[in-house]
């Protein structure tokens, strides 16, 4: 059905695309300023486009100004919180992007987008066969009719539920005619509309159903039964009608608008396509090129232009040409295979990749392996698998991968690689044991834009060598239509793996110099060699008891359930918990506590907002420990089990090196950063790692490390004085904080001052210290002000630092590690003083994480020296932690404590906490 309109609302498109893409804290290639709304309005729009097929298309926004609906009542939307501050900016963007694009945008001063919205449908509902509206507001069900029908977010990003006038009969039980009657009784909290206050959708609903509207339930008042009901329709009638006055959209507005200036334009045009490369948004420019079959590959490659990077010298970079003769051959023979590798040039460095049946490298079956050392060439070999449809392939993995052999094992011949760790865990499953591990081209790209999500090959192919790939998901397919690699025909797998070891070489050559000058040092000496440390840990896993974890679960269902019947008794009824819509209506209609942050499917029931409101009611306790418990029994007491390998027993957990912009690492399946640190649920679940049989956990825990990093950056004298004398530094500052000696400091002036201490170094504020306290925000300025003025040198390192990112655009670690924050310039002053704040802690948080990587080093270094049977098993923020042969224990600890405290020096003493166990609690 072509003949069909789809009708936007372009604020509720733009504010559910910043939500879903918050956390990504996504910015512009261009001007570095934020761009997840922009990002996600657009992306949205484009799967809208393919997947409803329309032919017209109208853009409604709100005026920004008074509206009409304030004449008849001041008071609607007043609650409205303000835009976001980084949201404004962006919704100039996107305006500007529906102009260029040529998009047709309505926006009237006075008249909200629903009445626009309203208006084009009764003007427009006969000229099509379909008129989809796309919006969240409910006010708009009075619109729908046969021909007419929403779209509503549902999920996610890009799902939507379909609301026609069946569904609201169906779902709310009144028609589409009674709406507005049934919002005059209802109100509408979000936008202010007052409604009958005490009666809930239910009563509203009722009322409806048996009266039809709001006329009729005033003529039968006598006839309601309860006494309570009618004093309340009684109280409020003038409310009810001026409440379904607002509640109505306006349907007749004059719009000289004509079909034909609502067709869909040609967003394809090359000219709008590279638009969006031009202004910075090079995700866009791929998705968008590709639905309209713009060969990447084939454009031109970008004029050279100057560095952007503030303190340093400018550069000039040409984007390289990818090159045009590919010669890239699938291996068919053993022969064949002995005569390629025959020509190898142990000078040269070798790029390799494997591909295999999974993504976890510990269950991963090799299915072929391709290679280069030639850009524009490569080579792959494609093995039989026992599964697989095609007979023409080499037999089983152990003769060719015995040919390969040694040239993996080669450690004078360079091997290149793309998250190489993967296959030299791959390798080693088969019994290889990778060496002359050069350069990953992932580490390198996230060592030159720590801040960056770009690393994966797709990414830096359009970034570094303007190439479009084949990627994973075009050669294998998604959903139902996904295949498995080995019943993919092996010339178009050949086709893949050639081109991602081609791509992995040319990404070298661009990255190695760009390297040069910047982080070198520690791409060389700290996070290349890490992936031998990393890849030992991962491959040797922790064992865990499947039992312990199973009776653990049972633990915390039990405590979920006591706390289910504690909120539904102070909720007064049984309701669905885990309903966001139903604890909406407990919380915040029920109860009537204060509601805060607006989404798109009402007011927010999530964690910040839990959190900010203890203390208001004894159900948000219940709620937040719910949470807590449904958390540790999903995420650890119930899937640590299902993720013991079955060939090793053991789990093998993934480390990361390019997620945190600090530096630090992160792990995955599981993720053990997450762990609980102080309280007994973190406890409990320690207790179930274990270790070998012949050895004991030990444990080795940085104390207070941040601290004394900030000590060191900020050279100030009491600081130091404190570490150099031993001193207790949190009952220090809670002696200038609170005007006291240090012998008469209470326990509760101690730890509140270990909140100021931890809070400081990472910037905060004192509207973030009095959440953190839960203190008035004027006690909160006060302490910051005592503390600035005990730790001078604090305070002084803070603004240097500062000063230092405004003028280079980067911070750095003692190490030489760099974090960019372009933001520290912005004259959008969320951004800027986010900015500050991520300045004053990256180069102490990176700086911890180059200690300990450094530490990490040496160890794994002399364990493998020594032959010894200890080794490291664990990495969790600033602790170590080692499965250690009861014969070496007295020896390994000294050694590996000293290693760790000598890792980098600093002006203060460096601590290092520890004990042995028979599982991680007993040693943490």
């Known amino acids: 059905m072509m003949n069909r309109l789809l009708i936007i609302d ?8 910043y939500f879903a893409f918050a956390a990504s804290n996504l910015t512009n290639s261009k001007t570095g300023l934020p761009s997840g709304a922009v990002f996600g309005f657009w992306r949205m729009l484009f799967k809208l486009l393919q997947d409803e097929k329309v032919s017209h298309i109208a853009f409604t926004f709100d005026p920004g100004t008074r509206l009409h609906r304030n004449d008849m009542y001041e008071a609607y939307k007043a609650q409205r919180k303000p835009m976001p501050e980084d949201l404004r900016p962006q919704l100039k963007e996107i305006y500007k992007m529906i102009e260029t694009l040529e998009f047709p945008m309505y926006k009237m001063d006075g008249i909200e987008a629903d009445d626009i919205i309203g208006s084009l449908c009764k003007k427009f509902a006969k000229d099509f ?40 009969k169906e779902n709310i039980g009144i028609t589409r005619e009674q709406v507005t009657d049934y919002m005059g009784i209802l109100g509408d909290a979000s936008d202010n509309i007052p409604g009958i206050k005490g009666i809930g959708d239910k009563g509203a609903k009722t009322l409806i159903q048996e009266y039809g509207s709001l006329e009729e339930i005033y003529k039968n008042l006598d006839n309601i039964k309860n006494k309570n009901l009618a004093e309340k329709l009684t ?110 040039d142990p000078k040269k460095p070798i790029s390799v990749d494997t591909e295999t049946t999974s993504q976890d ?63 030299v865990l791959v390798f080693r499953n088969y019994g290889i044991q990778v060496k002359g591990i050069e350069f990953d081209t992932m580490l390198a790209s996230y060592i030159l834009t720590p801040g960056e999500r770009r690393h994966n090959m797709d990414d830096m192919a359009t970034d570094y060598l303007n190439y479009k790939t084949i990627t994973y998901d075009e050669l294998v397919g998604t959903g139902k239509k996904k295949q498995n690699l080995y019943d993919i025909d092996p010339d178009r797998v050949s086709e893949y793996a050639c081109e991602d070891a081609d791509i992995t070489l040319r990404l070298y050559h661009v990255l190695e110099k760009k390297l040069e000058g910047t982080s070198e040092k520690i791409f060389k000496d700290v996070e290349m060699p890490l992936i031998d440390v990393l890849g030992e840990m991962e491959f040797t896993g922790v064992s865990v008891e499947k039992e312990y974890f199973e ?16 909120i539904h008794f102070y909720a007064g009824r049984q309701f669905n918990i885990n309903s966001t819509k139903e604890l909406q209506v407990v919380l915040f209609e029920d109860l009537r506590l204060p509601a805060e942050k607006k989404t798109q499917t009402g007011f927010s029931t999530d964690h910040s907002v839990l959190e900010s409101l203890q203390g208001s009611h004894p159900i948000i306790d219940d709620l937040l420990a719910i949470r807590k418990f449904s958390k540790l029994k999903s995420t650890y007491s119930d899937s640590l089990p299902t993720l013991i390998n079955p060939k090793t027993g053991r789990i093998h957990t993934s480390y990361n090196q390019t997620i945190a912009a600090t530096g630090r690492l992160s792990s995955t399946n599981p993720n053990l950063q997450n762990i609980p640190i102080k309280d ?5 679940l320690r207790k179930g790692f274990f270790p070998g049989k012949g050895l004991e ?30 001193a207790d530094i949190h009952r220090r500052t809670a002696a200038g904080l609170f005007g006291v000696k240090e012998k008469d400091v209470t326990p509760e002036m101690r730890n509140k001052a270990k909140v ?122 600033d602790e170590l932690v080692f499965e250690v042969d009861k014969k070496e224990k007295d020896e390994f600890f000294a050694f590996a404590k000293k290693e760790m405290e000598d890792a980098l020096p600093l002006k203060v003493p460096v601590t290092v906490e520890g004990k042995f166990g028979k599982n991680w609690d007993e040693a943490h």
Request: aromatic share 8%; net charge positive.
């Open 10 to 17: 372009g604020h509720a498109l733009a504010f559910r695309a």
């Open 129 to 168: 066969d379909e008129i989809v509206i796309l919006s969240s507001d409910k006010d708009l069900y009075q619109v729908l009719d046969k021909n007419i029908l929403m779209l509503r977010g549902k999920k996610g990003v890009s799902e939507f539920e379909k609301i026609d006038p069946k569904w609201v």
């Open 235 to 344: 109280a409020n009638k003038e409310n009810a009608f001026l409440s379904r006055k607002l509640a109505t959209i306006v349907t007749n507005l004059k719009l000289e608008i004509k079909k034909s200036d609502l067709k869909v334009p040609n967003y394809f045009d090359p000219a709008k396509v590279q638009f969006f490369k031009d202004e910075g948004y090079n995700v866009l420019h791929r998705d968008l090129a590709k639905l309209a079959g713009i060969k990447l590959e084939d454009a031109p490659a970008p004029a050279a232009k100057k560095s952007k990077k503030k303190g340093e010298e400018a550069q000039e970079e040409v984007t390289p040409a990818a090159p045009k003769n590919l010669k890239y051959i699938r291996i068919k023979t053993i022969d064949e295979l002995k005569k390629i590798l025959s020509k190898i």
């Open 361 to 423: 490298p510990m269950l991963a079956e090799i299915l072929g392996v391709s290679f280069t050392q030639k850009e524009g060439e490569g080579y792959y070999i494609a093995l039989a698998h026992s599964e697989s449809i095609y007979s023409h392939l080499l037999p089983g993995p152990a003769e060719a991968l015995a040919l390969f052999k040694p040239i993996l094992e080669d450690p004078k011949l360079s091997k290149i690689g793309q998250n190489i760790k993967y296959d």
């Open 551 to 566: 009776g653990l679960s049972t633990v915390f269902e039990k405590k979920i359930l006591e706390h289910e019947k504690n």
């Open 680 to 684: 007994e649920e973190g406890r409990l």
């Open 697 to 726: 956990i030990l444990s080795l825990d940085y104390s207070q490390i941040e601290l004394r990093i900030m000590a060191h950056f900020s050279n100030d004298p009491q600081m130091i004085d404190a570490y150099q004398s031993g």
């Open 756 to 877: 100021v201490n931890f809070s400081v170094i990472y910037g905060v504020t004192s509207f973030g210290l009095s959440n953190n306290l839960r203190i008035a925000r004027k006690e909160a300025k006060e302490f910051i002000e005592r503390y600035f003025a005990q730790y001078t040198g604090v305070k002084e390192y803070m603004e240097s630092t500062v000063e230092f990112c405004k003028k280079n655009g980067y911070v750095e670690t003692l190490l030489g590690r760099r974090r960019y924050l372009p933001d520290i310039n912005s004259t959008h002053k969320m951004a800027s003083e986010a900015a500050k704040r991520v300045a004053i802690n990256s180069p102490i948080q990176g700086t911890s994480a180059d200690m300990i990587k450094l530490a990490m080093l040496k160890i794994h270094d002399h364990i493998q020296k020594k032959s010894l049977k200890s080794r490291i098993i664990l990495q969790v923020h």
